[in-house]
């Protein structure tokens, strides 16, 4: 396994912060002031008494119940009242001895470990080359080991890990914490990958899929406004997946955490190609980057050319590759279509790692989805690239840990279940051997 280290910022994210009552246990206040000031929304006891409409007394029972768990640091005086009346209200932080997270998004190609503070700074961050095609029995037991390694490294430099959030590439079982039936990595299903996580880290693990966390991302992201909700993160790489946040704000995966599989829509440019999942006619098998590359093969009669291969003569204008590229975003940009025309979204992000090879994907997409679109679906729709690059899964899985984290019950217990990296070494989860 090698790796890259990478200490990329994620650009501010924003969380979700509950509306409160003055009649609401103190906890429930005070961890909508901790998103709130997370969020940079309100950062004066002042500001968070105008954004949430209680009483300044209730705000200071709520801030010095925060205060009393070492959730927050005073940063001195800052604010007095418009023309210099009233008392100076101190500027509240985010304690970052409080805690850190780490999220891992793995991916066929690479996977990305990083390690956050409270106030989003990316502390440490990894690019691994790890075969995920291997199987879990290998691959999982040397990521844990990196993920407890890069924790180790950094002790000193924050507090205790209070939450570790993984992204992965097919569908999940979030309640067990596993993936469920994933197309590409077959060997993964029903595989205890939180338990694995949580043996060797020794805090709350939780699963997601890595597109939805790309979509919780970018939804969240301060450079968005609430104008960008609904939002439709579309993932273009070895499979192609949708990422569902609704009006409010918040995942949307499905009765069955199984939501957003684009790759396996009908798809009329693919004709009557059969397709790994049974059927025949499936987006997957003209979009993907193995089909990419499988149709330019085909075409110029070559046996050993890869992914690598087909980027380069995309970019340097092999008329062949840039066909195959431009007829693969169109149909990506027809069923895109389908979507606004039935959710009626207010962005679309494009992203994975055919969407960063060339700006014929992007424009390709943009003009299926209008021509194919309703108007009035269409009317205030934005089609654009991910605010946060490669680090959107990142954002997501950090926007999912710091809610849990500054959630009432996790303040009220005193902590997000912490835990330090055990010693000794890292084995697969015994249910795993079953």
């Not at 040397?142 to 097919?170: Q, S, T």
């Not at 590409?184 to 949580?198: C, S």
């Not at 880290?201 to 450079?223: F, H, I, Q, Y």
């Not at 992203?351 to 205030?380: C, E, F, N």
Request: charged share 20%.
């Amino acid at each position: 396994m090698d790796f890259n280290e990478d200490v990329s910022e994620i650009r501010g994210v924003r969380l979700h912060a509950p509306r409160v009552a003055a009649r609401l246990p103190t906890a429930e206040a005070a961890s909508t002031f901790a998103r709130l000031i997370a969020s940079g929304t309100a950062t004066t006891r002042s500001a968070l008494a105008r954004e949430t409409g209680l009483s300044r007394t209730t705000v200071t029972t709520g801030v010095d119940y925060l205060f009393e768990r070492n959730v927050l640091l005073r940063e001195g005086e800052t604010e007095t009242l418009p023309g210099g009346r009233g008392r100076p209200s101190d500027s509240l932080a985010l304690n970052p001895a409080y805690g850190s997270v780490l999220v891992a998004d793995l991916g066929i190609a690479s996977t990305q470990i990083s390690l956050y503070d409270m106030e989003q700074r990316t502390i440490a961050s990894r690019s691994l080359t790890l075969d995920l095609s291997a199987g879990p029995e290998t691959s999982v037991p040397e990521l844990v080991r990196a993920c407890v390694a890069l924790v180790k490294e950094n002790l000193e430099r924050v507090g205790p890990l209070r939450m570790c959030v993984i992204g992965v590439p097919g569908p999940v079982d979030a309640r067990r914490g596993e993936m469920s039936r994933p197309p590409i990595l077959r060997g993964w299903t029903k595989f205890p990958l939180a338990d694995a996580f949580r043996r060797g880290l020794g805090c709350p693990v939780t699963v997601e899929k890595d597109v939805g966390l790309r979509a919780l991302g970018e939804a969240r992201s301060r450079r968005g406004t609430e104008r960008s909700l609904p939002l439709i993160y579309i993932k273009v790489a070895s499979g192609i997946e949708a990422g569902i946040v609704t009006a409010d704000g918040r995942p949307y995966r499905g009765a069955n955490d199984a939501a957003g599989d684009l790759g396996h829509v009908w798809s009329r440019a693919a004709g009557d190609a059969p397709c790994t999942c049974g059927n025949t006619g499936c987006l997957a098998t003209i979009a993907t980057t193995t089909a990419l590359v499988r149709l330019r093969n085909e075409e110029l009669g070559l046996t050993d050319a890869g992914l690598d291969e087909f980027e380069e003569a995309v970019r340097l204008g092999e008329p062949v590759a840039v066909r195959i590229l431009r007829e693969a975003a169109s149909a990506v940009g027809e069923a895109a279509a389908g979507i606004v025309n039935f959710f009626n979204p207010a962005r679309i992000v494009l992203g994975g790692s055919i969407a960063a090879v060339s700006d014929d994907i992007l424009s390709g997409v943009r003009g299926a989805v209008y021509q194919r679109s309703l108007p009035l679906a269409t009317h205030t729709l934005e089609v654009s690239m991910p605010h946060h690059g490669h680090l959107s899964g990142a954002a997501g899985g950090l926007v999912l840990a710091l809610e849990r984290i500054f959630a009432a019950e996790s303040l009220d217990a005193g902590s997000c279940g912490i835990g330090l990296p055990r010693t000794g070494p890292i084995t697969v989860p015994e249910a795993a051997r079953r």
